[in-house]
T-cell receptor, first 110, second 115 residues
Framework: DAKTTQPPSMDCAEGRAANLPCNHSTISGNEYVYWYRQIHSQGPQYIIHGLKNNETNEMASLIITEDRKSSTLILPHATLRDTAVYYCIRGETSGSRLTFGEGTQLTVNP | NAGVTQTPKFRVLKTGQSMTLLCAQDMNHEYMYWYRQDPGMGLRLIHYSVGEGTTAKGEVPDGYNVSRLKKQNFLLGLESAAPSQTSVYFC??????????????FGPGTRLTVL
């Protein structure tokens, strides 16, 4: 099964770090972990991806466990505009043919 | 640079009617995709294309046809619409470089209701 497991919803206070977990216990050695988010029915937006090492960009950080069975997306200082559904996706290098699960609805509260 | 655009934004059809959704991208991307999203669910891949003149089936292709006559356009057709095809349709595109991740860029979506 190529799907990942995420909690259906999470809350976070504005200005605090949001930590979104993802379980991908059956990920294969050459599969990446990708994160996208979807703000209020808009088209999804790419956030970050990783294979083995932790990654950071201007939007977020991605922490992947050493056994690669799970990962955590970190939004260091969540804002109200970060309220969205966050999708954790596993897939091939090219990033094509993404399989979206139901994601985590993150609500950032003032 | 408009990115990915979709036409129309909204449409209401009666059962049995046909229509075509148009997706256009101005990023010279090789890959293009059509997804559908039902309420409370993630996106599901309908069809995709790896280049001009080529198409392939995704996860839920039944009831849809596609064409990629020009690199920048990807058309999604419903020959005989059914209420089960009521959904939001998203188009996406991406480049293709073998050793680098190619993020997908999504359009704003088309909201289709079939009565």
């Amino acid at each position: 099964d190529a799907k990942t497991t995420q909690p259906p919803s999470m809350d976070c206070a504005e200005g605090r770090a949001a930590n979104l977990p993802c379980n991908h216990s059956t990920i294969s050695g050459n599969e990446y972990v990708y994160w996208y988010r979807q703000i209020h029915s808009q088209g999804p937006q790419y956030i970050i991806h990783g294979l083995k090492n932790n990654e950071t960009n201007e939007m977020a950080s991605l922490i992947i466990t050493e056994d690669r069975k799970s990962s955590t997306l970190i939004l260091p200082h969540a804002t109200l505009r970060d309220t969205a559904v966050y999708y954790c996706i596993r897939g091939e290098t090219s990033g094509s043919r993404l399989t979206f699960g139901e994601g985590t609805q993150l609500t950032v509260n003032p | 640079n408009a990115g990915v655009t979709q036409t129309p934004k909204f449409r209401v059809l009666k059962t049995g009617q046909s229509m075509t959704l148009l997706c256009a991208q101005d990023m010279n991307h090789e890959y293009m995709y059509w997804y559908r999203q039902d309420p409370g669910m993630g996106l599901r891949l309908i069809h995709y294309s790896v280049g001009e003149g080529t198409t392939a089936k995704g996860e839920v292709p039944d009831g849809y046809n596609v064409s990629r006559l020009k690199k920048q356009n990807f058309l999604l057709g419903l020959e005989s619409a059914a209420p089960s095809q009521t959904s939001v349709y998203f188009c996406a595109s991406s480049s293709f470089r073998r050793t680098i991740y190619n993020e997908q860029f999504f359009g704003p979506g088309t909201r289709l209701t079939v009565l």
